[in-house]
């Protein structure tokens, strides 16, 4: 019964780290940090604090680093 209630908060940790490691597929940024952040927030409500605050995290550095390499990308285009 423990595990089944820690679910969320596993694929939430999962989901942040496959979406860190996955850089370089630019349209996987978006869904796994999302998804990251959505199983996170319902996986702090069901049990398994721990892993769902380090998915949180993970998801939310997830597109900051989306967002970090699209304002990069459009000062080298606006550079050329």
Partial sequence: MEQEQ????IASMVLGIVGLVLGWCFYLFI???ILAI??????MK???RGMAIAGLIMGG??????????ILGLAILAAV
């Fill in 31 to 33: 869904p796994l940090g």
């Fill in 61 to 70: 550095l997830t597109l900051l680093v989306y967002l970090a390499m699209v």
């Fill in 6 to 9: 820690k679910g969320m908060s």
């Fill in 46 to 48: 069901k049990g398994g």
């Fill in 38 to 43: 959505i199983f996170g927030i319902i996986g």
